[in-house]
Protein backbone atom coordinates (compact mmCIF):
# COMPACT_ATOMS: atom_id res chain seq x y z
CA UNK A 1 0.00 0.00 0.00
CA UNK A 2 1.48 3.56 -1.02
CA UNK A 3 2.51 5.91 1.61
CA UNK A 4 1.53 9.35 0.58
CA UNK A 5 1.37 12.60 2.74
CA UNK A 6 -1.52 15.35 2.55
CA UNK A 7 0.16 17.58 -0.34
CA UNK A 8 0.20 20.56 2.43
CA UNK A 9 2.40 18.54 5.09
CA UNK A 10 5.09 18.23 2.04
CA UNK A 11 6.09 22.28 2.63
CA UNK A 12 6.63 21.99 6.59
CA UNK A 13 10.22 21.29 6.20
CA UNK A 14 10.15 23.85 3.42
CA UNK A 15 8.58 26.50 5.91
CA UNK A 16 11.59 26.11 8.61
CA UNK A 17 13.98 26.36 5.58
CA UNK A 18 13.12 29.72 4.20
CA UNK A 19 12.79 31.04 7.57
CA UNK A 20 16.42 31.19 7.70
CA UNK A 21 16.87 33.86 4.56
CA UNK A 22 15.07 36.74 6.76
CA UNK A 23 17.75 35.34 9.86
CA UNK A 24 20.00 36.19 7.62
CA UNK A 25 19.37 39.32 5.76
CA UNK A 26 17.90 41.93 9.18
CA UNK A 27 20.21 43.38 10.91
CA UNK A 28 18.26 45.17 13.54
CA UNK A 29 18.88 43.69 17.26
CA UNK A 30 16.50 41.04 17.85
CA UNK A 31 14.72 41.20 14.91
CA UNK A 32 15.64 37.90 13.42
CA UNK A 33 13.52 35.83 16.09
CA UNK A 34 10.65 37.20 14.23
CA UNK A 35 10.64 34.42 10.91
CA UNK A 36 11.17 31.93 13.74
CA UNK A 37 8.52 32.73 15.21
CA UNK A 38 6.40 33.68 12.21
CA UNK A 39 7.55 30.12 11.19
CA UNK A 40 6.71 28.13 14.32
CA UNK A 41 3.24 29.36 14.33
CA UNK A 42 2.53 28.88 10.27
CA UNK A 43 4.24 25.37 10.78
CA UNK A 44 1.52 24.44 13.62
CA UNK A 45 -1.24 25.76 11.56
CA UNK A 46 0.18 24.02 8.42
CA UNK A 47 0.19 20.73 10.49
CA UNK A 48 -3.78 21.51 11.42
CA UNK A 49 -4.55 22.21 7.62
CA UNK A 50 -3.14 18.79 6.64
CA UNK A 51 -4.85 17.19 9.32
CA UNK A 52 -8.10 18.51 8.42
CA UNK A 53 -7.20 17.83 4.27
CA UNK A 54 -6.86 14.72 5.16
CA UNK A 55 -9.86 14.03 7.28
CA UNK A 56 -12.01 15.64 4.61
CA UNK A 57 -10.26 14.05 1.34
CA UNK A 58 -10.91 10.45 3.10
CA UNK A 59 -7.79 9.02 1.75
CA UNK A 60 -5.45 6.52 3.29
CA UNK A 61 -2.57 9.13 3.93
CA UNK A 62 0.82 8.39 6.01
CA UNK A 63 -1.19 9.09 9.66
CA UNK A 64 2.07 8.37 11.52
CA UNK A 65 3.92 10.90 9.18
CA UNK A 66 1.01 13.52 10.28
CA UNK A 67 0.76 12.04 13.51
CA UNK A 68 4.78 12.98 13.96
CA UNK A 69 4.62 16.37 11.63
CA UNK A 70 2.10 17.43 14.29
CA UNK A 71 4.11 16.95 17.18
CA UNK A 72 7.02 18.48 15.26
CA UNK A 73 4.88 21.76 14.49
CA UNK A 74 3.67 22.14 18.72
CA UNK A 75 7.22 21.41 20.13
CA UNK A 76 8.99 23.92 17.35
CA UNK A 77 6.75 26.73 18.34
CA UNK A 78 7.31 26.23 21.99
CA UNK A 79 11.04 25.62 21.92
CA UNK A 80 11.36 29.01 19.71
CA UNK A 81 9.08 31.01 21.95
CA UNK A 82 10.84 30.01 24.74
CA UNK A 83 14.17 30.10 23.39
CA UNK A 84 13.63 34.36 22.75
CA UNK A 85 12.88 35.03 26.35
CA UNK A 86 15.80 32.34 27.37
CA UNK A 87 18.28 34.10 25.96
CA UNK A 88 17.52 37.50 26.11
CA UNK A 89 20.81 39.35 26.44
CA UNK A 90 23.08 36.71 25.61
CA UNK A 91 25.58 37.14 22.34
CA UNK A 92 25.16 34.72 19.24
CA UNK A 93 21.45 35.15 19.37
CA UNK A 94 21.45 34.77 15.48
CA UNK A 95 23.74 31.98 15.19
CA UNK A 96 21.58 29.91 17.84
CA UNK A 97 18.32 30.58 15.33
CA UNK A 98 20.03 29.84 12.50
CA UNK A 99 20.74 26.60 13.85
CA UNK A 100 17.54 25.68 15.25
CA UNK A 101 15.35 26.77 12.39
CA UNK A 102 18.16 24.28 10.31
CA UNK A 103 17.87 21.70 13.00
CA UNK A 104 13.68 21.60 12.76
CA UNK A 105 14.01 21.74 8.74
CA UNK A 106 15.88 18.41 9.06
CA UNK A 107 13.65 17.07 11.67
CA UNK A 108 10.68 17.78 9.65
CA UNK A 109 12.16 15.75 6.75
CA UNK A 110 12.56 13.38 8.54
CA UNK A 111 9.33 12.60 9.64
CA UNK A 112 7.37 13.19 6.20
CA UNK A 113 9.89 11.81 3.86
CA UNK A 114 8.65 9.32 1.57
CA UNK A 115 12.23 8.35 0.06
CA UNK A 116 14.97 6.96 2.06
CA UNK A 117 17.69 8.74 0.62
CA UNK A 118 16.05 12.21 1.73
CA UNK A 119 15.34 10.32 5.52
CA UNK A 120 18.66 9.07 6.47
CA UNK A 121 20.64 12.26 4.91
CA UNK A 122 17.97 14.48 6.50
CA UNK A 123 19.02 12.61 9.85
CA UNK A 124 22.15 13.13 9.27
CA UNK A 125 22.13 16.96 8.81
CA UNK A 126 20.32 17.58 11.81
CA UNK A 127 22.53 15.58 14.00
CA UNK A 128 25.25 18.21 12.51
CA UNK A 129 22.93 20.94 13.40
CA UNK A 130 22.13 19.82 16.87
CA UNK A 131 25.99 19.87 17.24
CA UNK A 132 26.41 23.74 17.10
CA UNK A 133 23.31 24.10 19.53
CA UNK A 134 25.00 22.00 22.10
CA UNK A 135 28.29 24.17 21.70
CA UNK A 136 26.65 27.64 21.50
CA UNK A 137 28.36 28.27 24.87
CA UNK A 138 32.24 28.12 22.88
CA UNK A 139 34.06 28.84 25.71
CA UNK A 140 33.01 26.01 27.84
CA UNK A 141 34.94 23.06 28.08
CA UNK A 142 32.67 20.61 28.95
CA UNK A 143 30.18 21.04 26.63
CA UNK A 144 32.52 20.97 23.75
CA UNK A 145 33.91 17.09 25.20
CA UNK A 146 30.57 15.96 25.40
CA UNK A 147 29.28 17.14 21.91
CA UNK A 148 32.61 15.66 20.93
CA UNK A 149 31.28 12.37 22.26
CA UNK A 150 28.14 12.45 21.21
CA UNK A 151 29.62 13.51 17.47
CA UNK A 152 31.42 10.63 16.84
CA UNK A 153 28.69 8.34 18.32
CA UNK A 154 26.21 9.64 15.54
CA UNK A 155 28.91 9.69 13.01
CA UNK A 156 28.86 5.27 13.55
CA UNK A 157 25.63 5.65 13.08
CA UNK A 158 25.40 7.72 10.08
CA UNK A 159 27.87 4.39 8.54
CA UNK A 160 25.27 2.40 9.93
CA UNK A 161 22.56 4.08 7.97
CA UNK A 162 24.51 4.62 4.64
CA UNK A 163 25.09 0.58 4.87
CA UNK A 164 21.63 -0.15 5.45
CA UNK A 165 20.42 2.42 2.94
CA UNK A 166 22.78 0.47 0.55
CA UNK A 167 21.33 -3.03 1.07
CA UNK A 168 17.43 -2.10 1.19
CA UNK A 169 17.96 -0.19 -2.14
CA UNK A 170 20.15 -2.87 -3.63
CA UNK A 171 17.37 -5.35 -2.72
CA UNK A 172 13.94 -3.56 -3.59
CA UNK A 173 15.62 -1.55 -6.56
CA UNK A 174 14.09 1.18 -5.38
CA UNK A 175 14.78 4.46 -2.71
CA UNK A 176 10.84 4.60 -2.07
CA UNK A 177 10.04 3.76 1.46
CA UNK A 178 6.70 2.12 0.06
CA UNK A 179 8.38 0.14 -2.75
CA UNK A 180 11.27 -1.42 0.15
CA UNK A 181 8.18 -2.12 2.55
CA UNK A 182 6.45 -3.56 -0.43
CA UNK A 183 9.59 -5.49 -1.08
CA UNK A 184 9.67 -7.25 2.65
CA UNK A 185 6.36 -8.00 1.87
CA UNK A 186 6.69 -10.12 -1.00
CA UNK A 187 9.49 -11.71 0.30
CA UNK A 188 7.62 -12.99 3.03
CA UNK A 189 4.97 -13.95 1.03
CA UNK A 190 6.76 -16.24 -1.43
CA UNK A 191 8.97 -17.63 0.79
CA UNK A 192 8.19 -16.63 4.42
CA UNK A 193 11.68 -15.04 5.20
CA UNK A 194 13.52 -11.89 4.47
CA UNK A 195 16.63 -13.20 3.16
CA UNK A 196 20.40 -12.41 4.83
CA UNK A 197 20.73 -8.63 2.95
CA UNK A 198 17.07 -7.50 4.23
CA UNK A 199 18.55 -9.53 7.86
CA UNK A 200 21.90 -7.14 8.04
CA UNK A 201 19.92 -4.51 7.02
CA UNK A 202 17.42 -4.49 9.30
CA UNK A 203 20.38 -5.30 11.89
CA UNK A 204 22.64 -2.12 11.40
CA UNK A 205 19.15 0.20 11.11
CA UNK A 206 18.66 -1.32 14.72
CA UNK A 207 22.82 -0.82 15.61
CA UNK A 208 22.37 2.90 14.01
CA UNK A 209 19.21 3.59 16.35
CA UNK A 210 20.97 2.06 19.42
CA UNK A 211 23.97 4.70 19.07
CA UNK A 212 21.60 7.92 18.30
CA UNK A 213 19.39 6.72 20.89
CA UNK A 214 21.87 7.02 23.28
CA UNK A 215 21.60 3.54 24.63
CA UNK A 216 24.57 1.48 26.79
CA UNK A 217 27.31 1.49 26.59
CA UNK A 218 27.24 5.16 24.22
CA UNK A 219 25.12 6.96 26.84
CA UNK A 220 27.32 8.96 28.19
CA UNK A 221 27.09 12.46 26.46
CA UNK A 222 23.32 12.24 26.97
CA UNK A 223 23.88 12.19 30.85
CA UNK A 224 26.47 15.42 30.75
CA UNK A 225 25.07 17.40 28.02
CA UNK A 226 23.89 20.14 30.26
CA UNK A 227 25.97 22.95 29.49
CA UNK A 228 24.08 23.69 26.79
CA UNK A 229 20.32 26.17 27.13
CA UNK A 230 17.46 24.13 28.25
CA UNK A 231 15.27 24.98 25.08
CA UNK A 232 18.22 22.87 23.27
CA UNK A 233 17.91 20.08 25.60
CA UNK A 234 14.10 20.05 25.43
CA UNK A 235 14.58 19.62 21.73
CA UNK A 236 17.24 17.13 22.25
CA UNK A 237 15.37 14.68 25.00
CA UNK A 238 11.98 15.87 23.20
CA UNK A 239 12.68 15.13 19.76
CA UNK A 240 15.76 14.11 17.99
CA UNK A 241 16.26 10.89 20.49
CA UNK A 242 13.08 9.85 19.59
CA UNK A 243 13.37 9.55 16.05
CA UNK A 244 14.89 6.54 16.50
CA UNK A 245 11.91 4.93 17.83
CA UNK A 246 9.82 6.89 14.77
CA UNK A 247 12.13 4.89 12.17
CA UNK A 248 11.49 1.69 13.54
CA UNK A 249 7.91 2.47 13.58
CA UNK A 250 8.37 3.56 9.33
CA UNK A 251 10.19 0.03 8.80
CA UNK A 252 7.94 -1.87 11.25
CA UNK A 253 7.31 -5.00 8.77
CA UNK A 254 11.06 -5.17 8.24
CA UNK A 255 11.49 -5.24 11.83
CA UNK A 256 8.95 -8.29 12.63
CA UNK A 257 10.47 -10.19 10.12
CA UNK A 258 14.38 -10.08 11.36
CA UNK A 259 14.42 -12.07 14.85
CA UNK A 260 18.60 -10.98 15.29
CA UNK A 261 17.15 -7.25 14.94
CA UNK A 262 14.67 -7.70 17.15
CA UNK A 263 16.79 -9.74 19.88
CA UNK A 264 19.19 -7.00 19.55
CA UNK A 265 16.88 -4.32 20.59
CA UNK A 266 15.22 -6.36 23.41
CA UNK A 267 18.18 -6.93 25.22
CA UNK A 268 20.28 -2.87 25.05
CA UNK A 269 17.01 -1.85 25.45
CA UNK A 270 15.65 -3.93 28.12
CA UNK A 271 19.65 -3.52 29.89
CA UNK A 272 19.73 0.33 29.09
CA UNK A 273 16.12 0.70 31.17
CA UNK A 274 16.84 -1.19 34.01
CA UNK A 275 20.54 0.27 34.82
CA UNK A 276 19.44 3.61 33.82
CA UNK A 277 16.23 3.44 36.60
CA UNK A 278 18.33 2.09 39.29
CA UNK A 279 21.12 5.04 38.40
CA UNK A 280 18.50 7.61 38.29
CA UNK A 281 16.87 6.81 41.96
CA UNK A 282 21.10 8.58 43.22
CA UNK A 283 20.92 11.46 41.20
CA UNK A 284 19.67 14.73 43.27
CA UNK A 285 20.05 17.57 40.20
CA UNK A 286 16.73 17.62 38.33
CA UNK A 287 18.81 18.12 34.61
CA UNK A 288 20.50 15.07 35.73
CA UNK A 289 17.65 12.94 36.37
CA UNK A 290 15.51 13.94 33.50
CA UNK A 291 18.39 12.42 31.37
CA UNK A 292 18.82 9.35 32.88
CA UNK A 293 15.12 9.29 32.64
CA UNK A 294 15.24 9.81 29.08
CA UNK A 295 17.99 6.98 28.26
CA UNK A 296 15.59 5.11 30.40
CA UNK A 297 12.97 5.85 28.07
CA UNK A 298 14.31 5.07 24.89
CA UNK A 299 15.25 1.93 25.95
CA UNK A 300 12.36 1.20 27.25
CA UNK A 301 10.91 1.80 23.37
CA UNK A 302 13.30 0.14 21.78
CA UNK A 303 12.10 -2.94 23.72
CA UNK A 304 8.36 -2.28 23.28
CA UNK A 305 9.65 -2.43 19.25
CA UNK A 306 11.34 -5.35 19.70
CA UNK A 307 8.86 -6.63 21.17
CA UNK A 308 6.39 -6.17 17.94
CA UNK A 309 4.73 -3.70 20.74
CA UNK A 310 4.38 -0.86 18.14
CA UNK A 311 1.01 0.71 19.01
CA UNK A 312 2.65 0.50 22.75
CA UNK A 313 5.83 2.62 21.31
CA UNK A 314 3.96 4.91 19.57
CA UNK A 315 1.62 6.04 22.07
CA UNK A 316 4.92 6.36 24.61
CA UNK A 317 6.95 8.39 21.85
CA UNK A 318 4.38 10.79 22.03
CA UNK A 319 3.79 11.25 25.50
CA UNK A 320 7.37 11.32 26.21
CA UNK A 321 7.98 13.57 23.74
CA UNK A 322 5.31 16.11 25.59
CA UNK A 323 6.11 15.08 28.65
CA UNK A 324 9.84 15.76 28.83
CA UNK A 325 9.55 18.85 26.61
CA UNK A 326 7.58 20.22 29.61
CA UNK A 327 10.19 18.90 31.84
CA UNK A 328 13.10 20.42 30.47
CA UNK A 329 11.44 23.86 29.77
CA UNK A 330 9.79 24.14 33.59
CA UNK A 331 12.37 22.61 35.16
CA UNK A 332 13.22 26.05 36.89
CA UNK A 333 9.87 25.61 39.13
CA UNK A 334 11.45 22.17 40.65
CA UNK A 335 12.69 24.08 43.61
CA UNK A 336 9.01 26.02 44.02
CA UNK A 337 7.45 22.72 43.82
CA UNK A 338 9.80 20.26 46.46
CA UNK A 339 9.12 23.04 49.26
CA UNK A 340 5.03 22.94 48.49
CA UNK A 341 5.45 18.99 49.07
CA UNK A 342 7.79 19.47 51.88
CA UNK A 343 4.62 21.84 53.72
CA UNK A 344 2.52 18.76 53.10
CA UNK A 345 2.44 15.08 55.47
CA UNK A 346 4.09 12.87 53.65
CA UNK A 347 3.14 9.44 52.75
CA UNK A 348 3.26 6.38 54.96
CA UNK A 349 6.25 4.16 54.19
CA UNK A 350 5.28 0.84 52.51
CA UNK A 351 7.16 -2.39 53.21
CA UNK A 352 7.96 -5.12 50.94
CA UNK A 353 4.65 -7.00 51.52
CA UNK A 354 2.56 -4.30 50.99
CA UNK A 355 4.47 -3.91 47.51
CA UNK A 356 4.23 -7.32 46.65
CA UNK A 357 0.21 -7.14 47.81
CA UNK A 358 0.21 -4.15 45.21
CA UNK A 359 1.54 -6.50 42.28
CA UNK A 360 -0.83 -8.65 43.21
CA UNK A 361 -3.62 -6.88 42.79
CA UNK A 362 -2.55 -4.71 40.37
CA UNK A 363 -2.43 -8.20 38.39
CA UNK A 364 -5.78 -9.52 39.09
CA UNK A 365 -7.22 -5.86 37.73
CA UNK A 366 -5.45 -6.51 34.47
CA UNK A 367 -6.58 -10.12 33.80
CA UNK A 368 -10.54 -8.40 34.54
CA UNK A 369 -9.54 -5.77 31.82
CA UNK A 370 -8.20 -8.55 29.21
CA UNK A 371 -11.78 -10.39 29.86
CA UNK A 372 -13.56 -7.37 29.58
CA UNK A 373 -11.43 -6.18 26.11
CA UNK A 374 -11.95 -9.53 24.56
CA UNK A 375 -15.61 -9.98 25.44
CA UNK A 376 -16.37 -6.57 23.91
CA UNK A 377 -13.79 -6.48 20.81
CA UNK A 378 -13.09 -10.34 20.49
CA UNK A 379 -12.05 -9.92 16.84
CA UNK A 380 -9.18 -7.53 17.93
CA UNK A 381 -6.56 -9.22 20.00
CA UNK A 382 -4.72 -7.44 22.81
CA UNK A 383 -0.91 -8.35 23.23
CA UNK A 384 -1.24 -9.12 27.21
CA UNK A 385 2.86 -8.55 27.83
CA UNK A 386 2.14 -4.91 27.16
CA UNK A 387 -0.38 -5.05 29.84
CA UNK A 388 1.94 -7.04 31.58
CA UNK A 389 4.67 -4.16 31.62
CA UNK A 390 2.44 -1.52 32.24
CA UNK A 391 1.04 -3.67 35.16
CA UNK A 392 4.29 -3.62 36.87
CA UNK A 393 5.55 -0.57 36.08
CA UNK A 394 2.07 1.59 37.71
CA UNK A 395 1.86 -1.51 40.60
CA UNK A 396 3.78 0.92 43.15
CA UNK A 397 1.95 3.36 42.46
CA UNK A 398 -1.23 1.89 44.12
CA UNK A 399 0.23 2.68 47.68
CA UNK A 400 1.86 5.72 47.00
CA UNK A 401 -0.88 7.03 49.44
CA UNK A 402 -1.07 4.06 51.42
CA UNK A 403 -5.08 3.65 49.70
CA UNK A 404 -5.32 0.60 48.07
CA UNK A 405 -8.61 0.82 46.65
CA UNK A 406 -8.20 3.96 45.48
CA UNK A 407 -4.62 3.02 44.15
CA UNK A 408 -6.07 0.48 42.36
CA UNK A 409 -9.26 2.34 40.84
CA UNK A 410 -6.64 5.05 39.59
CA UNK A 411 -4.90 1.98 37.97
CA UNK A 412 -7.66 0.38 36.75
CA UNK A 413 -8.77 3.95 35.16
CA UNK A 414 -5.18 4.66 33.23
CA UNK A 415 -5.37 0.83 32.13
CA UNK A 416 -8.81 1.70 30.54
CA UNK A 417 -7.09 4.76 28.95
CA UNK A 418 -4.36 2.85 27.35
CA UNK A 419 -6.40 0.64 25.86
CA UNK A 420 -8.19 3.62 23.77
CA UNK A 421 -5.02 5.05 23.21
CA UNK A 422 -4.14 1.17 22.35
CA UNK A 423 -6.96 1.51 19.53
CA UNK A 424 -5.90 4.75 18.22
CA UNK A 425 -2.44 3.97 17.44
CA UNK A 426 -3.23 0.62 15.93
CA UNK A 427 -5.49 3.15 13.63
CA UNK A 428 -2.50 5.71 12.70
CA UNK A 429 -0.32 2.76 11.93
CA UNK A 430 -2.43 0.51 10.06
CA UNK A 431 -0.96 -2.25 10.22
CA UNK A 432 -1.00 -5.63 12.30
CA UNK A 433 1.56 -6.02 14.93
CA UNK A 434 2.75 -9.98 14.70
CA UNK A 435 3.70 -11.29 18.54
CA UNK A 436 7.23 -11.27 19.47
CA UNK A 437 9.29 -14.98 19.60
CA UNK A 438 8.17 -15.69 23.06
CA UNK A 439 11.92 -15.87 24.72
CA UNK A 440 12.24 -12.42 23.67
CA UNK A 441 9.08 -11.55 25.68
CA UNK A 442 9.84 -14.07 28.42
CA UNK A 443 12.96 -12.16 28.61
CA UNK A 444 11.55 -8.58 29.30
CA UNK A 445 9.29 -10.00 31.60
CA UNK A 446 11.91 -11.07 33.53
CA UNK A 447 13.71 -7.54 33.19
CA UNK A 448 10.85 -5.56 34.70
CA UNK A 449 10.24 -8.06 37.28
CA UNK A 450 13.62 -7.93 38.58
CA UNK A 451 13.83 -4.10 38.14
CA UNK A 452 10.03 -3.82 40.82
CA UNK A 453 11.77 -5.99 43.21
CA UNK A 454 15.07 -4.63 43.44
CA UNK A 455 13.54 -1.08 43.66
CA UNK A 456 10.92 -2.38 46.48
CA UNK A 457 13.67 -3.75 48.28
CA UNK A 458 15.69 -0.59 48.16
CA UNK A 459 12.27 1.44 49.47
CA UNK A 460 11.52 -1.12 51.80
CA UNK A 461 15.25 -1.41 53.20
CA UNK A 462 16.89 1.90 52.24
CA UNK A 463 19.77 0.80 54.95
CA UNK A 464 19.98 -2.21 54.47
CA UNK A 465 23.09 -4.09 53.23
CA UNK A 466 21.88 -4.61 49.31
CA UNK A 467 21.33 -0.77 48.92
CA UNK A 468 24.22 0.33 50.77
CA UNK A 469 26.25 -1.88 48.53
CA UNK A 470 24.51 -0.72 45.23
CA UNK A 471 24.39 2.69 45.66
CA UNK A 472 28.40 3.42 45.17
CA UNK A 473 27.89 1.45 41.49
CA UNK A 474 24.64 3.29 40.81
CA UNK A 475 25.69 6.52 41.81
CA UNK A 476 28.84 6.26 39.32
CA UNK A 477 26.61 4.72 36.51
CA UNK A 478 28.18 1.58 37.10
CA UNK A 479 31.50 2.84 35.76
CA UNK A 480 29.67 2.15 32.07
CA UNK A 481 31.02 5.88 30.38
CA UNK A 482 34.09 5.55 31.28
CA UNK A 483 35.14 3.41 29.27
CA UNK A 484 33.79 4.65 26.02
CA UNK A 485 35.25 7.94 26.47
CA UNK A 486 38.57 6.60 26.91
CA UNK A 487 38.34 5.12 23.67
CA UNK A 488 37.06 8.36 22.36
CA UNK A 489 40.13 10.63 23.75
CA UNK A 490 42.01 7.63 22.31
CA UNK A 491 40.78 7.81 18.74
CA UNK A 492 40.27 11.68 18.19
CA UNK A 493 40.98 13.81 21.03
CA UNK A 494 39.18 16.85 21.56
CA UNK A 495 40.59 20.31 21.84
CA UNK A 496 39.07 22.64 24.51
CA UNK A 497 39.45 26.22 24.68
CA UNK A 498 42.62 27.59 26.95
CA UNK A 499 41.70 28.69 30.14
CA UNK A 500 41.98 32.57 30.45
CA UNK A 501 44.67 34.13 32.02
CA UNK A 502 45.22 37.69 34.07
CA UNK A 503 47.83 39.76 32.31
CA UNK A 504 51.17 38.48 34.98
CA UNK A 505 50.20 35.37 33.91
CA UNK A 506 47.70 33.77 36.51
CA UNK A 507 44.37 32.58 36.55
CA UNK A 508 42.14 34.62 37.44
Known sequence: MPITLPPLLELLPWLYALALLPVCLLRRRNAFWWPARGAGYLGLCLVLLAGLQAALNGQDDDRLGLAMAGLVGLLALVIIDYSQRYLEGEPGQRRYVLALLATLAAIATVVT???????VGAWMVSSLCLHQLLTFY????????????????SRLADVCLILATVLLVRASGDSTIAVILQTVNDRLQAGGELGGDLQLAALLLALAVILKSAQLPVHGWLIQVMEAPTPVSALLHAGLVNLGGFLILRFAPLFSAAVPAQSLLVVVGGLTAVIAALVMMTRISIKVRLAWSTCAQMGLMLLECGLGLYELALVHLLAHSLYKAHAFLAAG???NLYRQHALHPQAPKTGLGDLLMALLLA??????????????????ALPLVALAILA??????????????FGLSIFALLLGAYLLWHQ????VLG?????????????ALLLFLSLYLLQALILARPQGTLAQRLYPLAFAGFYLDEHFTRLT?????VRTPAPLTSPSGDRP
Do not use: E, M, N
Open 363 to 380: GLTLALLQGLWTWLLPAQ
Open 489 to 493: FRLWP
Open 138 to 153: RDRPQALVVAHKKFLA
Open 333 to 335: DTV
Open 113 to 119: SQDLYWL
Open 392 to 405: IGLAPWCLRRGQVL
Open 424 to 427: AAAW
Open 431 to 443: QPSPAAPWPLTVL
